[in-house]
């Protein structure tokens, strides 16, 4: 009979010391690893899992920081 355990780790040290306990008793050892989050989709699912507390919602935030932007013609003298 095979069991099998999934352990995720986040830290390259953890990792490491499931691996040489896993050797030591002569266990199969069977790794994936999964790269960070870098799509659109992915970056902006992190953000919904960020707990901010504000008395603004974030349109207003969202609002407040378009209305900031100066988008117009700057005369710069050099």
């Not at 659109?40 to 932007?69: C, F, H, K, P, Y």
């Amino acid at each position: 009979m095979t069991h099998t355990i999934t352990i995720e780790t986040h830290n390259q040290d953890d990792l490491l010391l499931f691996r040489v306990l896993a050797e030591r008793l002569g266990l199969r050892l069977q790794e994936t690893h999964e790269t960070e989050a870098t799509g659109e989709s992915d970056a902006l699912q992190m953000l919904n899992n960020i707990d901010w507390q504000s008395d603004e919602t974030g349109d207003e935030l969202n609002t407040m920081l378009r209305n900031a932007r100066s988008l117009g013609a700057r005369d710069v003298q050099l």
